[in-house]
């Protein structure tokens, strides 16, 4: 059972911008451990998309980004596109769970 | 190229052994901290283990005493070796580096993943 939660499954029509948010608690997010967020299209390895809350490693589009306040997180995309339909999770570390990183319980973007 | 690569998957009955192996090339495995990542059928992502620098190992209290992550530095590979396993372990394994030099960092590079079946 992850202790981030996420809603299962988003959607929107190409060009729109889709916002979705990872909650967690006092001892994970809200403990200011970063936060990263993964996409993972169907039958490949997850791929990192967002590093340390609002960050994106090269190569990964601008239309993706991060941001996290209090608890939460969220993961934008604007100018949704065809090739974004995947899986997403977040990710963090939980203090009470030793050397314990921790998803989230994935969110499915569906492109209308 | 930096990369790894996995191996040692397949089908083992309930209560039996098998050990995977994940193979890095292009960078050196004991410079970052190393992780089991796992994904059954259909489900999410869930972190089981990982091992540190040195040689700490750490793993998910749902294998914790049944797995364990090793490390054979020549040959640059980490193991994990999972003993008395259940149909609820049935996944694929995803072996995944730690980007930076924080335990909290995320996971910059990953396997292609190795299918484990669990069943009689």
């Known amino acids: 059972q992850s202790v981030l939660t996420q809603p299962p499954s988003v959607s929107g029509a190409p060009g729109q911008r889709v916002t979705f948010y990872c909650t967690g608690s006092s001892s994970n997010i809200g403990a200011r451990y970063p936060v990263h967020w993964y996409q993972q299209l169907p039958g490949k390895a997850p791929k990192l998309l967002i590093y340390a809350d609002n960050n994106r490693p090269s190569g990964v589009p601008a239309r993706f980004s991060g941001s996290k306040s209090g608890t939460s997180a969220s993961l934008a995309i604007t100018g949704l596109q065809a090739e974004d339909e995947a899986d997403y999770y977040c990710q963090s570390y939980d203090r009470r769970l030793s050397g314990s990183s921790v998803f989230g319980t994935g969110t499915k973007v569906t492109v209308l | 190229e930096v990369q790894l690569v996995e191996s040692g998957g397949g089908l083992v009955q309930p209560g039996g052994s098998l050990r995977l192996s994940c193979a890095a090339s292009?960078?050196?495995?004991?410079?970052?901290?190393m992780n089991w990542v796992r994904q059954a059928p259909g489900k999410g992502l869930e972190w089981v283990s990982v091992i540190y620098s040195g040689h700490s190992t750490y793993s998910a209290d749902s294998v914790k005493g049944r797995f364990a992550v090793s490390r054979d530095t020549p040959k640059n590979t980490i193991y994990l070796q999972m003993n008395n396993l259940r149909p609820e372990d049935t996944a694929v394994y995803y072996c995944?580096?730690?980007?930076?030099?924080?335990?909290?960092?995320?996971?910059?590079?990953w396997g292609q993943g190795t299918t484990v079946i669990v069943s009689s």
């Open positions: 995944a580096r730690t980007s930076g030099s924080d335990l909290w960092d995320g996971f910059d590079i």
């Open positions: 292009g960078f050196i495995v004991t410079h970052n901290y």
